[in-house]
């Protein structure tokens, strides 16, 4: 093989390709930072302050006064966070509570269970029966 120790290169430029290979004159960026040289206290505090939304107006806590003594939640829920889950995925799938909007509690989650059970599963007779022992139960509380 001979070795070649010259290449032959055409130096003419394509005018197509000419600004890419042959860039021009360089323009220096600068960048201005605005109180680049405060190093006080109140460089830290903004000048503006913001506009704050309406969170005031919004309610928060119970919407609706529980008068009833017999319905107001006394005991903590003492229940194994496997349970929590589950009941929590199972929120998704109870059509009951597909049109309950807000925070779905885990009273309202319960009493809808139990009604679906007692209405769906139950036959005439025993729901009545059932649900003259609830009204006796609360009549007693």
């Given at each position: 093989?001979?070795?070649?120790?010259?290449?032959?290169?055409?130096?003419?430029?394509d005018?197509e390709?000419?600004?890419?290979?042959q860039?021009?004159?360089?323009?220096?960026?600068?960048?201005?930072?605005?109180?680049?040289?405060?190093?006080?206290?109140?460089?830290?505090?903004?000048?503006?302050?913001?506009?704050?939304?309406?969170?005031?107006?919004?309610?928060?806590?119970?919407?609706?006064?529980?008068?009833?003594?017999?319905?107001?939640?006394?005991?903590?829920?003492?229940?194994?966070?496997?349970?929590?889950?589950?009941?929590?995925?199972l929120?998704?799938?109870?059509?009951?509570?597909?049109?309950?909007?807000?925070?779905?509690?885990?009273?309202?989650?319960?009493?809808?269970?139990?009604?679906?059970?007692?209405?769906?599963?139950?036959?005439?007779?025993?729901?009545?029966?059932?649900?003259?022992?609830?009204?006796?139960?609360?009549?007693?509380?």
């Amino acid at each position: 093989m001979s070795e070649r120790k010259e290449f032959n290169v055409d130096t003419k430029v394509d005018t197509e390709y000419a600004g890419l290979l042959q860039p021009g004159i360089k323009k220096k960026k600068s960048v201005s930072i605005r109180g680049e040289n405060e190093f006080g206290h109140s460089s830290l505090i903004n000048k503006k302050p913001k506009a704050t939304t309406s969170a005031a107006s919004k309610k928060r806590g119970r919407p609706i006064e529980i008068t009833d003594e017999r319905f107001k939640v006394t005991k903590p829920k003492k229940i194994s966070p496997a349970l929590e889950s589950k009941l929590n995925v199972l929120q998704d799938y109870v059509e009951e509570l597909q049109s309950v909007q807000g925070r779905i509690t885990f009273e309202k989650l319960i009493d809808t269970l139990s009604e679906a059970y007692i209405t769906q599963k139950l036959g005439v007779a025993k729901e009545e029966h059932l649900r003259e022992e609830i009204k006796d139960a609360f009549d007693k509380l």
